[in-house]
């Protein structure tokens, strides 16, 4: 509380929240200001870098017309210019004259340039090489005719008996500047912007553009040049450009200049168009890769003749073979023509395959290689150029021999080994089965009797040859069977009463029975039931 004069109380005054507001926004409006004039200087500085990384990333246009050396490509340039009364109106004429100096300044001392003026009729002023503008310029009247006509076909007529003349160039441009309409003379071959006389015109372009790349380049320097659209209806590739003022002749010019110096490039790299690297194995010797390492050449080459090629991420295996190969550059830039070889190094031996058994493999591995093949020169030259680089390197030649010693030495002897092992399992399990040792006693006798009894002892014996004291001859042999009271073994008695096979039956006896073959009783006694049984003279043989 402050205290006033006359000894009353008063309440502090308050701050007016109005203006208390008004300072913050002030505060978080530097705040914001700073902020974003903070983001536009850095992405200032980001497109700045961004643009001179994307200027230093390749080559210009320019770089890539220098290295083609496109000025020792000649061309053949006529420019037709409108020296009519009407030229003289807004100062077209004298526009002219100076920017015809940029346009010709960019011309090769190679190329060859005819100037011409037409107004009721055609007149040469310059015919000969580029390369002096002052002398080319200087060759052009000061002034319009201020009488003239405008015969574009008669002007038409005198560049194409230029382009015709013997040794012209692989390339030809026609440039037309006029700015009114086709109002020939009386008495001109062209009366009107249509007839026979202009479809000779026509056939005769058609005829130059088949030796040479003709274009042609129309500028109508007035709403009214109506007469500038007549070169297309004799040169099919022309381009009519239309200024916008006078003051823009000068850069339509340049584009024209600009659109012949791609064609000359067109046709440089006709023949490189499609073509890309190749790569192959540099010998064909044989390599010996037992011990798990070889080494090989690679050669890359380009098949081009002017583009320059590069590969990026290149790497290389072998095929038909579990190889790898080592020591080749990531990144590899090959000029025109050129060829570079690399060694090598092969790592990774050949399979043993299902039998790995010790064997000398022999082998014929592929040549592998993944990676991106560009040229730098794409870019500048699109879209007027497409060079259409193959993405792959191409593998040509033959394969490369390889050879190595597969397999273990042990596996074949233990192969043999196991083998053996199951054949004498098998042959054992064999003769257990179908051979068993015989035990008891073999007890034949004459089935109608007569005879005294014949007792034979068959144990420890795997087979028996029976000759009984009645005669004839036969074999016994066992063979274990299983039953379910446990294995068992039974006798097959082969028996024939006089020897010869016709008469030869068979029987099966088991333990403690008895079988009669061919009129003899054989009964198979063994041990608990031959015991006590007398033992007679028969035995076995």
């Known amino acids: 509380m402050i205290q006033s004069a006359g ?70 340039y006529v420019v037709l210019v409108d020296t009519s009364g009407s030229m003289a109106n807004g100062g077209r004429y004298d526009t002219v004259r100076s920017t015809l100096r940029p346009f010709l300044d960019s011309l090769s001392s190679r190329d060859h340039v005819a100037l011409m003026t037409f107004d009721s009729h055609p007149e040469p002023r310059y015919i000969g090489s580029a390369g002096n503008t002052d002398a080319i310029v200087s060759r052009l009247p000061s002034s319009p005719n201020p009488e003239g006509d405008t015969d574009i076909g008669a002007a038409l007529d005198s560049a194409l008996r230029e382009l015709e003349r013997p040794g012209a160039a692989e390339i030809a441009s026609v440039v037309l500047l006029t700015d009114g309409e086709h109002r020939p003379p009386a008495g001109s071959r062209y009366p009107g912007p249509a007839g026979a006389a202009w479809d000779g015109l026509k056939k005769r372009a058609e005829a130059v553009g088949k030796r040479a790349g003709l274009a042609g380049y129309a500028l109508p320097l007035g709403s009214g040049a109506t007469g500038a659209r007549l070169l297309k209806g004799v040169v099919a590739d022309t381009t009519v450009l239309r200024p916008g003022s006078i003051e823009d002749l000068g850069s339509y010019l340049r584009r024209a200049g600009d659109a012949t110096r791609a064609r ?85 031996t050949l399979p043993a395959g299902p039998l790995p058994y010790r064997r000398i493999e022999d082998t014929d591995g592929e040549l592998r290689l993944s990676g991106r093949v560009t040229s730098d020169w794409e870019q500048p030259l699109a879209p007027d150029v497409r060079l259409e680089v193959p993405g792959r390197v191409r593998v040509t030649g033959a394969a490369l021999p390889l050879q190595a010693t597969v397999g273990s030495a042990v596996f074949l002897p233990a192969v043999l080994a196991g083998l053996a092992a199951a054949l004498l399992a098998a042959w054992l399990w064999w003769r257990r089965t179908h051979r068993p040792r015989l035990l008891g006693d073999l007890l034949l006798v004459p089935a109608f009797g007569g005879e005294l009894p014949d007792r034979i002892a068959l144990s420890g014996r795997r087979r028996v040859v029976l000759r009984p004291l009645a005669g004839g001859r036969g074999t016994v042999h066992g063979r274990r069977r299983r039953t379910d009271d446990g294995p068992r073994v039974e006798l097959l008695i082969r028996y024939t009463p006089d020897g010869s096979a016709d008469r030869e039956s068979r029987a099966t006896c088991r333990p403690g029975r008895q079988v009669v073959v061919n009129g003899v009783s054989f009964t198979y006694l063994l041990g608990q039931w031959a015991d006590g049984l007398p033992s007679f003279t028969g035995r076995p043989r």
């Open 264 to 348: 000359k490039a067109r046709l440089l790299l006709a023949g490189d168009i499609g073509k890309g690297i190749t790569a192959s194995w540099t010998d064909s010797g044989r390599r010996d890769v037992t011990d798990g390492s070889g080494t090989a050449f690679v050669t890359f080459r380009s098949t081009t003749r002017h583009v320059p090629l590069s590969v990026s991420d290149l790497s290389a295996s072998v095929g038909g073979a579990s190889l790898r190969v080592g020591g080749l550059p990531s990144q590899l830039t090959l000029g025109p023509g050129e060829s570079r070889s690399y060694e090598v190094r092969l790592h990774g």
């Open 7 to 76: 000894g009353q109380c008063t309440a502090p005054p308050r701050p007016r929240p109005a203006a208390g507001r008004i300072r913050r926004f002030a505060a978080r409006s530097r705040a914001v200001v700073a902020t974003v004039v903070a983001a536009v200087a850095l992405l200032a500085a980001w497109s700045l870098t961004g643009s001179a990384a994307s200027a230093d990333s390749g080559p210009s246009r320019d770089d890539v017309y220098r290295a083609l050396g496109l000025g020792e490509q000649p061309a053949d």
